[in-house]
């Protein structure tokens, strides 16, 4: 008993001494993270760790090729990049990926463009409401991601999926759609600004864009927020500063937004009216 209670004791010495090493180990970024907010704020740009600051003010700093370089490696290991979606939508994956592809009340025969469609996750939820008649027009920078994407439908026979490749701030496709979604695209877009006006121009009037999309937790759980927002900008050029519900504003009055998972995900959708 004695001994197990000296040697219980001994490692909880080793535990604390590694910790407190690991905490003060010169600049590791890592360790930061754990050291404290303040550094981390410094380091990483985040303002202040409540979501009521000014995010607009401060830039993320990363670019097109950054996005490339990240999903080059999630588009050759599409069963990761599942993992860490079912983690990023704490399980509740399917659910809101059907929920958002709702929201666009299509019907069968319709073209929808799928915005960043990466491996293509929401493709069974769209395939089940326009129909082999339909079309997906499924567009992403990462050619990774859409040989995934390519691989999925392949599998599944579904033969109406157009694959584009390119930047969506470039975006222009030769048909006006019915609908426009993205799913955890739009804040991982650099220029997500020009990206939406092109997918707003490229619906037709009277039809709906509904995106899906993530933020950082508010109250007890923001004390994850340098590491959340550390793991997703450096893992999936996640720019959490962006304020999309107002961006998406600015070309659609008529807005209806609403958070689920604790506020961490959340649903935007509007009409676009005639001009
Ligand atoms: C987090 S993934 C989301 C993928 C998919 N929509 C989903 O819900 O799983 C972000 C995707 O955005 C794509 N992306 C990043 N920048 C882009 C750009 N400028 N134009 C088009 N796609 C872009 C990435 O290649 C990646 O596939």
Same mark, same amino acid.
């Given at each position: 008993?004695?001994?197990?209670?000296?040697?219980?004791?001994?490692?909880?010495?080793?535990?604390?001494?590694?910790?407190?090493?690991?905490?003060?180990?010169?600049?590791?970024?890592?360790?930061?993270?754990?050291?404290? @907010?303040?550094?981390?704020?410094?380091?990483?740009?985040?303002?202040?760790?409540?979501?009521?600051?000014? *995010?607009?003010?401060?830039?993320?700093?990363?670019?097109? $090729? !950054?996005?490339?370089?990240?999903?080059?490696?999630?588009?050759?290991?599409?069963?990761?990049?599942?993992?860490?979606?079912?983690? +990023?939508?704490?399980?509740? &994956?399917?659910?809101?990926?059907?929920?958002?592809?709702?929201?666009?009340?299509?019907?069968?025969?319709?073209?929808?463009?799928?915005?960043?469609?990466?491996?293509?996750?929401? !493709?069974?939820?769209?395939?089940?409401?326009?129909?082999?008649?339909?079309?997906?027009?499924?567009?992403?920078?990462?050619? $990774?991601?859409? +040989? #995934?994407?390519? =691989?999925?439908?392949? $599998?599944?026979?579904? @033969?109406?999926?157009?694959?584009?490749?390119?930047?969506?701030? =470039?975006?222009?496709?030769?048909?006006?759609?019915?609908?426009? *979604?993205?799913?955890?695209?739009?804040?991982?877009?650099? =220029?997500?600004? &020009?990206?939406?006006?092109?997918?707003?121009?490229?619906?037709?009037?009277?039809?709906?864009?509904?995106?899906?999309?993530?933020? *950082?937790?508010?109250?007890?759980?923001?004390?994850?927020?340098?590491?959340?927002?550390?793991?997703?900008?450096?893992? #999936?050029?996640?720019?959490?500063?962006?304020?999309?519900? &107002?961006?998406?504003? =600015?070309?659609?009055?008529?807005?209806?937004?609403?958070?689920?998972?604790?506020?961490?995900?959340?649903?935007?959708?509007? +009409?676009?009216?005639?001009?």
């Amino acid at each position: 008993m004695r001994k197990s209670l000296r040697s219980f004791r001994t490692m909880r010495g080793g535990s604390r001494l590694l910790a407190r090493r690991f905490a003060t180990s010169h600049n590791s970024r890592l360790s930061k993270i754990f050291v404290g @907010n303040f550094v981390v704020a410094k380091n990483f740009g985040y303002p202040k760790f409540s979501q009521g600051a000014n *995010l607009q003010n401060y830039n993320m700093k990363y670019s097109l $090729e !950054h996005a490339k370089k990240t999903y080059r490696l999630w588009g050759r290991h599409p069963l990761w990049y599942k993992f860490a979606c079912i983690i +990023t939508f704490l399980g509740q &994956e399917s659910k809101l990926r059907k929920l958002t592809v709702e929201k666009l009340e299509l019907k069968h025969g319709d073209t929808v463009l799928d915005l960043a469609c990466g491996t293509g996750l929401n !493709h069974k939820f769209l395939e089940g409401v326009v129909g082999p008649d339909g079309k997906i027009i499924a567009f992403d920078y990462s050619n $990774e991601m859409l +040989t #995934a994407a390519k =691989q999925r439908a392949k $599998e599944n026979k579904w @033969n109406n999926i157009i694959f584009v490749q390119g930047d969506a701030a =470039q975006l222009s496709l030769d048909t006006k759609v019915d609908g426009v *979604l993205s799913t955890l695209g739009i804040s991982a877009i650099p =220029q997500h600004k &020009e990206a939406l006006k092109k997918a707003v121009d490229a619906l037709k009037i009277n039809k709906i864009i509904s995106i899906l999309d993530a933020q *950082l937790p508010s109250g007890f759980w923001s004390m994850f927020n340098p590491l959340i927002a550390y793991v997703y900008k450096h893992w #999936a050029s996640w720019d959490y500063t962006k304020n999309m519900p &107002e961006d998406l504003r =600015q070309l659609i009055s008529d807005i209806k937004m609403k958070q689920y998972n604790g506020g961490t995900i959340y649903i935007i959708h509007g +009409t676009k009216n005639a001009p």
